[in-house]
C-alpha cells in the first residue's frame, strides 16, 4: 500500500513568511508523529497525534510552530514568521493504533529559510 | 531523560565483507523498545530491525541482526555481506514501552565501496 507521503518535497522561503508543510500518513494509520532533522541537532521530536487525544505538543521548540490534524488524517505544520534556524529537513511518521507498532516515515520536506 | 549514543560518526566496508555498527543508550525503565533505521540520501527513513528489550533473543532480518546486551545498554548492528545498496545513514532509535516519541542517535554514516 501506499507509505506516508509529504509535501512539497522541498521549500525555499524568505525570513519573516509563513510557512505549511503538508503530511498524509498511511491509511488506517491512527498515531502521527512530526520530527525536525538539522545540522548540529540531530533527530528531535516535535509534535504527537493519536486518533482524537489532545495532542502532545512537548517537543515545539517556539509558538511560532503549530500543527493541526484534520478528520484523524492529513496534518499540517505551520511555522509562521519563519527564521534561519528553522531550515531543516521536517519528517512526518505514522503507525497503528498499538504503541509497540513501528513508525513509519515519509521522504520529509527539506526547508530553507533565506 | 533518555539518550543515545553514537560514536561513530563514519564507516567504511568493502563491498561483500562485514560492518558492526555501535549504539548505546541510557535508561532507567526496564522495558522499552530499540530500532535501527536506515536513511539514504532519498531521505527515508526506512526501518531495518527491531528489538523489543523483554526478548533475549537478538532480532535478526536477513543480512541484518543485532548483538542487544541489556545491561550494558548495548545495542550494535551488524550487516553482513554489505551491499552498494546498503550505503546511508544509520540512526539508532529508543523508545520507551508507554512512550510515543522516538529518541534518535547522532547516527553514523556508511559508506559501502566496490
Known amino acids: 500500500g501506499a507509505g506516508v507521503s509529504q509535501s512539497p518535497s522541498n521549500k525555499v522561503t524568505e525570513k519573516g513568511k509563513d510557512v505549511e508543510l503538508r503530511c498524509d500518513p498511511i491509511?488506517?494509520?491512527?498515531?502521527l508523529y512530526w520530527y525536525r532533522q538539522s545540522l548540529g541537532q540531530g533527530l528531535e521530536f516535535l509534535i504527537y497525534f493519536q486518533g482524537n487525544s489532545a495532542p502532545d505538543k512537548s517537543g515545539l521548540p517556539s509558538d511560532r510552530f503549530s500543527a493541526e490534524r484534520t478528520g484523524g488524517s492529513v496534518s499540517t505544520l505551520t511555522i509562521q514568521r519563519t527564521q534561519q534556524e528553522d531550515s531543516a529537513v521536517y519528517l512526518c511518521?505514522?503507525?497503528?493504533?498499538?504503541?509497540?507498532?513501528?513508525?513509519?516515515f515519509g521522504p520529509g520536506t527539506r526547508l530553507t529559510v533565506l | 531523560a533518555q539518550t543515545v549514543t553514537q560514536s561513530q560518526p563514519e564507516m567504511s566496508v568493502q563491498e561483500a565483507e562485514t560492518v558492526t555498527l555501535s549504539c548505546t543508550y541510557d535508561t532507567s525503565e526496564s522495558d522499552y523498545y530499540l530500532f535501527w533505521y536506515k536513511q539514504p540520501p532519498s531521505r527515508q527513513m526506512i526501518l531495518v530491525i527491531r528489538?523489543?528489550?523483554?526478548?533475549?533473543q537478538n532480532a535478526t532480518e536477513n543480512r541484518f541482526s543485532v548483538n542487544f546486551q541489556k545491561a550494558a545498554k548495548s545495542f550494535s548492528l551488524k550487516i553482513s555481506d554489505s551491499q552498494l545498496g546498503d550505503a546511508a545513514m544509520y540512526f539508532c532509535a529508543y523508545k520507551e514501552t508507554s512512550g510515543s516519541r522516538l529518541t534518535f542517535g547522532e547516527g553514523t554514516q556508511l559508506t559501502v565501496n566496490p
Open positions: 511518521a505514522s503507525r497503528e493504533n498499538r504503541a509497540a507498532d513501528t513508525q513509519y
Open positions: 491509511s488506517g494509520h491512527t498515531a
Open positions: 528489538q523489543e528489550a523483554y526478548k533475549q
